[in-house]
């Protein structure tokens, strides 16, 4: 599988490998470069050389050539992949163990944020906030402040996002 | 690999209380290791000086290479103990680098009652000791000790891992083959003679340096014979005639240099791993986690918060991701070396209990240190959970835990209660290195759950009188209960009694993992073998 790195928007999908002789083979848009990266700043591409400048934070990637600055971002495979990138489609959350509520924090019909509380329970003996997976709409507060409940039962509904 | 999506939300009210609160604990811990590192009577100091002696503090920086880092562990051990009269139990013990080698370095602070040994410092030697035989570590002693503290001499004597289990475990390490170097700087009478005595290499320290099995005031009470210092055991008897050390030194820090130089002389073992790659620091921002870390212990909180800003990058692979959700498990890294995490989010269940068991397997496998972060109030209760066999559950993960071969790390984030402690490699299980953080807390149970069973008695022998307590007489008998159960299952206790190896800033412990792991890395690993499973 082909790395992922996005440039103004347009995905790339590139392989480095490495070559017998020790140095580097570029694998980019269906055709294939040599590649060296020299300490001092000196990218060799196909036997042309050009001067760069790097810098990578994390998953972004900085490159300085010709005069122009380039910001590249590194997607990961899985995320890139996965079917739905902002956390859980599930609308139905259940209580992870047996216990009573504390506190619902939120109604029907409101609107909340990815990690906002939604409800927080008490079992044995210690209190856990039961967070919201994704942005969206609670529709259905199950239980009332005070009441137990059993492992799995539901706790609190969220709108069709 | 993927990054942890942290969750939290900086203006919080709660986040804000928790920042206050965990900062305020992070400065009353570093003032108590301030203290118990330098604060000591003016006499005690000059007494020092007057002796010509650095003070313990000044040789340790003498010994060690500049600016490389230092462990130092139990600190404030004994912290709680002997009415404060020991501070850090009158030894200096730490994972440091002498000469470009990783070594264990032990050293009595003559600066605390001349050095002498309380039951609590003979627990810390002998752990020094262990720590260098578990992780096959080269030791420095640096000895300057009035002997053993006689009047609370049966607490350290006679038993198992009393004061004998220090020459027992000098032996052992000399036998497998580690080295070791003493530095005699003052005293070392009775048992204490036997530390450079079993050392592979000793230098002795012209003028205050001795080493005798009867000091003078014992030999003329004995046989009557008078003899000075020097001539009973002095650096140039010991060197010259008797054999007994090594090298003569005409100074503290010549020793110190020759010390060195002994160390320089030593092999260096190849690590039982290789495979560290770049490191990479956590994408969020540590300090986070004093918002992140609650400031009520009953409140829960999410592990992947805390393991977001502890591994490199804040990538985490997560094992079983949807099984066994209340406790997490994966791989990450720290400062480039993979480890294996169990981290729990909640009591244990059966499923959380099996994940971790089949978990545990395989980081043995994969030869993976495991890092466990403990934030637990115990296994599931209840006639349902029973009849599922959570018992026989946590039975396999204690199984897997305790016969691990891969090095274990732990540190208790919050809560160790009960079974969870067993589950979770608690002291017990021989972590090689055990770390808590200020707001831990460790015990049988929860101090309101003890307080409830320890009151009852009281409660229904009131009963028995044909007397229904008042709201006030409850609180009366069960109020003390809970102030004494919090107290002697706080960080600081169990630091004081060497429960731990030493209680962690939350915003140190990445780089305290990294020299722990690299420690735990310098002995081999063998290869994986369990015991049976309950199935």
New interface residues.
């Given amino acids: 599988m082909r790395h992922a790195f996005i440039l103004q928007d347009i995905e790339h999908l590139l392989w480095l490998s490495k070559r017998a002789d020790g140095g580097f083979r570029l694998e980019a848009e269906g055709r294939s470069h040599d590649v060296a990266l020299c300490p001092d700043g000196r990218l060799i591409v196909d036997g042309e050389t050009t001067q760069i400048w790097i810098a990578a934070s994390?998953?972004r990637i900085y490159a300085h050539v010709d005069g122009e600055a380039h910001e590249l971002l590194y997607r990961?495979p899985?995320?890139r992949f996965a079917q739905n990138r902002d956390?859980s489609t599930e609308r139905l959350l259940r209580a992870?163990?047996?216990g009573a509520v504390v506190a619902t924090p939120v109604a029907p019909g409101q609107t909340v944020v990815?990690?906002e509380t939604l409800i927080v329970i008490e079992?044995?003996?210690?209190?856990?906030?039961i967070?919201s997976p994704r942005d969206g709409i609670v529709e259905t507060v199950h239980l009332a402040v005070g009441q137990a409940f059993e492992?799995d039962a539901p706790l609190i509904t969220l709108a069709e996002a | 690999m993927r990054r942890i999506d942290s969750r939290i939300n900086p203006r919080d009210p709660a986040y804000l209380a928790n920042l206050e609160h965990n900062r305020r604990l992070a400065d009353q811990l570093s003032e108590r290791q301030r203290a118990a590192r330098y604060d000591r009577p003016q006499r005690d100091l000059q007494r020092l000086e007057r002796q010509g002696k650095l003070t313990p503090r000044a040789r340790l920086e003498a010994l060690l290479d500049p600016g490389t880092p230092f462990l130092e562990l139990s600190t404030l051990a004994a912290g709680e103990a002997y009415d404060g009269a020991a501070p850090g139990a009158g030894q200096i013990v730490g994972i440091g680098v002498v000469s470009g080698h990783e070594v264990v370095i032990r050293a009595d602070d003559s600066s605390v009652k001349g050095g002498a040994w309380y039951p609590l410092s003979v627990k810390k030697i002998v752990r020094a000791l262990d720590i260098a035989i578990e992780n096959r570590l080269p030791m420095v002693h640096m000895c300057d000790s009035a002997g053993g503290f006689l009047p609370l001499q049966s607490q350290f004597f006679a038993d198992r891992y009393g004061a004998g289990r220090i020459f027992r475990n000098q032996s052992i390490l000399s036998k497998m083959g580690v080295p070791q170097v003493s530095l005699v700087l003052g005293h070392c009478t009775a048992g204490g003679a036997y530390i450079p005595a079993l050392s592979d290499y000793s230098v002795i320290v012209r003028g205050t340096g001795a080493i005798f099995l009867g000091g003078p005031p014992l030999v003329k009470a004995a046989t009557g014979e008078e003899v000075t210092v020097d001539e009973l055991g002095g650096c140039d008897m010991h060197t010259s005639v008797s054999g007994t050390a090594d090298y003569p030194a005409s100074s503290e820090m010549e020793g110190i240099a020759i010390t060195r130089e002994i160390v320089s002389q030593w092999r260096r073992p190849a690590k039982a791993k290789d495979d560290a790659i770049e490191p990479e620091p956590p994408a969020y921002d540590p300090a986070e986690l004093y918002g992140i870390l609650p400031a009520d212990s009953r409140v829960q909180f999410d592990m992947r918060e805390v393991i977001a800003r502890l591994v490199d990058g804040s990538r985490f692979h997560e094992y079983q991701p949807a099984y066994g959700a209340t406790l997490i498990c994966g791989y990450a890294r720290i400062w480039g070396q993979q480890v294996g995490i169990l981290a729990n989010n909640g009591v244990l269940f059966s499923d959380s209990a099996l994940k971790g068991a089949h978990f545990v397997q395989l980081c043995d496998q994969n030869r993976t240190p495991l890092l466990f972060l403990q934030n637990i109030t115990g296994f599931m209760v209840g006639r349902e959970y029973e009849r599922r066999g959570i018992t026989k559950d946590g039975a396999k993960m204690i199984m897997a835990v305790a016969g691990a071969s891969v090095p274990k790390i732990t540190v208790n984030c919050g809560a160790s209660y009960g079974a969870g402690t067993y589950g979770m490699n608690g002291r017990a299980f021989d972590p090689r290195f055990m770390f808590s953080w200020p707001r831990a807390q460790v015990g049988v149970m929860g101090a309101e759950q003890a307080a409830d069973v320890l009151s009852d008695v009281k409660l229904r022998q009131l009963a028995r009188d044909g007397r229904l307590p008042t709201d006030d007489e409850v609180a009366a008998i069960r109020d003390p209960v809970i102030a004494e159960y919090r107290r002697s299952s706080s960080a600081w206790h169990a630091t004081s009694e060497l429960w731990d190896d030493g209680v962690l800033d939350p915003l140190a412990t990445r780089n305290a993992l990294a020299i722990a792991i690299s420690a735990a890395l310098s002995a081999p690993i063998d290869p994986p073998n369990y015991g049976v499973f309950r199935m």
């Fill in positions: 994390g998953d990961d899985i995320s956390g992870p163990m047996p990815a990690g079992s044995m003996k210690l209190e856990t906030a967070q492992r």
